[in-house]
């Protein structure tokens, strides 16, 4: 068996890997590259290995830097199954016809400057292809191996990171030999809410794990959840907006969780709350149809109340008028919007009115790529300019790291420490100076020498 990175080595998105073996090409996830305009142009440049020859593709969750060049992937002619967990299956066209929208609208608002009739500027990919892609899925259950082929059998297993989220295991017969490869996916911490907890396979020959956050500890979350009320209560007497960017999937439904338990505790019943979010009722109506891969705990708390869902003054905003309106309110609301990472969507327009005033707090819960506003207002620029305005920053910013979709070094740590006999580890996913501290804590704890490929890097397993 073969296995070549061809996305998130050094870096936490595009995540793209080849697995030859038995005669077979498998891709495992095909995502999108996010940062700097410079990084995020590489998705529309060809793949690095020849597309027709894939057999298959196998997609670990429905985050976009998972998924989001397989329309790019269909546009250069891979027509064939991708197989992924059924309830990954029903967010992916959410994930996808948002990404296609934005792109088509960004393909727009580009080509408006060149004034000689021509599209010079193209999206990166449509609506239509992502029908292509959608054709294509094929719907798995967690811990149910399948044959994909003589030879080949594909199982998932939960990865707790966001509904659907899976770690892939591989496992080849060729020639009398079997190997057996793991993907980690995504790893999510314990005791994430809503979601049960990541599902180690027993054994490997190779790890692929990522390490996101392979150099670092969280905090509890006790002391988060803590702090989050503090800065909610602070926002309040000054009179200010609490503005909190957030991926639609997984973050999102994951605050509405903690709203719903500390409604009383928090004095949420105060406050304006907005989900302003396109996305976010589809990928809600889609987390309401999967409530059997809840964990105990969100099952109770999905029948009680307030329902994490409908929180009382909890308005989805889909509109662009009913966004815009928010806008009018100068304090008193508690915004939730896309993107995560603040490199598009409509956070950025109540940045834009938020950032220059004192009484405003911005919330920043989850992870914050290199290249994306996200980092560099959490690195501390004084200044930015949004839709032409040049803003002096003000906002207090806070850095919410107990509430990750990912868990820490510790984490990792321990999951890996499930596989017996401490297997062969590769370590992708993770910014450098992650993977080399997770190594770094691979071999103090389990005396493993963990490898960090670079891009397309091949492990022979
Ligand atoms: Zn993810």
Known sequence: MKVTVFGAAGAVTGSCHLVEAAGKRLLLDCGMIQGSKVEEAKNALPFDFDVKSIDAVILSHAHIDHCGRLPVLAQYGYHGPIYTHRATADLLPVMLEDAASLAEMDAERRNRFHKDGHNHHKPLFTRHDVGQVVRQLERLDYRKPLTLFPGVTVTLQDAGHILGSASVRIVTEDAGETR??????????????ILADPDPFPSADLVLMESTYGGRLHRERAATVQEMGEIFDAAWKAGGNILIPAFAVGRSQELLYWFAKHYEDWNLGRWRIFMDSPMASKVIEVYDRHEELFDDDAKVMFHGKPHPFHLPNLKYTTDVEDSKAINEHNGGCIIIAGSGMCNGGRIRHHL?????????????????SVGTLGRLLVDGIDSVKLFGDDIKIKAHRHTIGGLSAHTDQAG???WYGAYSGHPRIALVHGEDDARKACALALKMRFDVDAQIPAYAETLSV
């Open 180 to 193: 057996t490869l793991v993907f980690s996916g995504d790893i999510g911490p314990l005791n994430t809410p």
């Open 352 to 368: 834009r009115h938020n950032l220059g005033s004192a009484k405003n707090h911005i919330l920043f819960v989850g992870y914050q």
């Open 412 to 414: 990792l740590l321990e």
